[in-house]
């Protein structure tokens, strides 16, 4: 089944074009990739799916619904961590939690959340005091709060340092388990490799590759699937 479909997405700012032509499609229980160099494209394909953007051309769908016209509906089905996602330094994890499930009309028990996701013991301590692999916890349990068909994660590791991207790592099969479909967006091509079913490369603003990992190895001639993510960008830097 398939619970994202792009066609011919395009999105411009000003004279610069960000996405050209994007197509692609997401299937229910996976975990689908997106990954190519700084900017590419990647984060405002994700923006465009979850109605925080409004295309210029093309087609979106999530669960059969579009982002823009559906907003209100969509919004209670999806959940989204962007990259530069922060909360006010002073609010605790469960004033945090308790605060996204009011958002919602039918959230999950933030307590059950929090105790699932081994935040009980933060439960009062303030955002501003968490180290950044707590944080990244406290995020994946936000964008579960409201009980999500579809979670969009931006570049969720970026600042983490190798044991916390591990950790976060679990987080998101765990999410996977769940039943949850997942649009991990990295530039990492190890949490690629490590995490995904599929990937889609984007640079330019363009898919230039969509795979399985090993279906992206073969394609770029290549031994490894970073290697392989250099030669089907043409080298462009992560």
Known sequence: MT????DGLHKNYRAATAVDGVSLRV????????AGPNGAGKTTVVECASGLRRPDGGTVRVLGLDPHTDRRELLQ????????????????????LRMYAS????????????????????????YGRLSGGWKQRLFIALA?????????????TTSLDPSARRMTWGLIRAMRDRGV??????????????????????NRGRVTAMGTPSELTAKGRSHSLEEAYFALTAGGAA
């Open 77 to 96: 089905r999806i959940g989204t961590q962007l990259q530069e996602a922060a909360l006010p330094d002073a609010i605790t994890v469960g004033e945090a």
């Open 181 to 202: 479909t997942v649009v991990l967006v990295t530039h990492f091509m190890d949490e690629a490799e490590a995490l995904c079913d599929r990937i889609a490369i984007i």
């Open 3 to 6: 619970v994202i479909e792009i």
């Open 103 to 126: 958002f919602y009309d039918d959230p999950a028990d933030w307590r059950a959340l929090m105790d699932e996701w081994g935040l009980t013991s933060k439960k009062r301590t303030a």
């Open 144 to 156: 579960l709060v409201g009980n999500p068909e579809v979670v969009f994660l931006d570049e969720l």
């Open 27 to 34: 299937r229910k229980g996976e975990i689908f990739g997106i």
